[in-house]
């Protein structure tokens, strides 16, 4: 068995066949946590999970790109490879407001898992040093917010952090050094140094496509050796991040396989023993015994 923890099949990308993916992910017995990142996709990952008794499952919040005033963004900047553009590859920003009792109601439903995406992405920075520093304090603001709910619905938190790692752990271990939430830094990029700093906070570690590249000319390789297993838990962000040996232009949740192969390989130990680590590690985590 293994637990995708990160797959987006509330997306445009999966609208005509959401539930073949799903089915056909179950029938390999491989569990999907279906994320949001604003009100609609939040919204229809808890429709989606609750039309499954087990192993599907909802994740609600607000990423932080969609705080953004109108931007088009193009997703093939983080494929693995390039492909021919397709519609779901590119979607538009309109500075969506954090309605918290709405996505608190999101939250309490029996399918949601944790708040997330949420987090910090400094990728499409605006020019000027004050419009920068408000830029980054519109997105902890939020992101307060989405850590306050977490808090008080008990779920964890699923982590977006881009270029922005030391001010994501800085805000972490000064404001919340009380009252840490649980959770997992998502599609993990961070340098060595910063993953002991997550470690201290307690903090797990989603890996994905992205460990058979370097990415900002860091070596996921040495990041996975040094992690403890217990601390590593498996995504693939479908419908993006897609592994090399996968086949097709999606990311689609049955190819967390070859993310649980390259890290047996990176950990040289067994597969049956990465996928029965990690996959305890996301049922602890996320508490799926539970739901």
């Keep these: 068995m293994l637990v995708d923890t990160h797959g987006h099949i509330n997306f445009a990308a999966f609208q005509n066949d959401a539930a073949k993916v799903l089915e056909q992910s179950l029938a390999q017995d491989i569990f999907v946590i279906m994320p949001g990142t604003k009100y609609e996709t939040s919204r229809r990952a808890v429709e ?3 039309t499954y008794e087990r192993g599907v499952y909802a994740a609600v919040g607000l990423h932080p790109i969609h ?7 193009d997703v093939l900047e983080v494929q693995s490879e390039r492909v021919e553009e397709k519609s779901w590859m590119t979607f538009e920003t309109k500075a969506e407001e954090f309605d918290y009792p709405v996505f608190k109601e999101l939250a309490q439903n029996e399918k949601t898992v944790a708040i997330g995406e949420v987090g910090l992405d400094y990728y499409y920075r605006p020019k ?7 830029f980054k304090e519109k997105q902890k603001e939020v992101l307060r917010a989405q850590i306050n709910l977490a808090l008080e619905a008990h779920l964890p938190v699923i982590f977006h952090c881009r270029v922005a790692h030391d001010d994501l752990l800085d805000m972490l271990e000064q404001e919340y050094s009380d009252s840490m939430p649980r959770g997992v830094i998502h599609s ?7 993953t002991k700093r997550f470690l201290e906070l307690g903090f797990s570690f989603g890996f994905n496509g992205l460990i058979f590249k370097q990415v900002q000319g860091l070596n996921p390789q040495e990041v996975i050796s040094f992690l403890p297993l217990e601390r590593i838990v498996l995504e693939t962000d479908s419908p993006y991040l897609k592994p090399p040996q996968a086949k097709g232009e999606r990311n689609e949740p049955l190819n967390v396989r070859y993310v649980a192969d390259e890290i047996a390989r990176i950990k040289n130990i067994s597969l049956k023993d990465i996928a029965s ?9 996320f508490r799926l015994n539970q739901v």
């Design 128 to 134: 000027g040093k004050a419009r920068l520093e408000a």
């Design 188 to 194: 993990y990029t961070g340098n060595l140094e910063q």
């Design 277 to 285: 680590a990690t996959t305890k590690n996301a049922k602890t985590l």
């Design 67 to 73: 705080l953004s005033e109108k931007r088009r963004v």
């Design 48 to 50: 989606l999970a609750a």
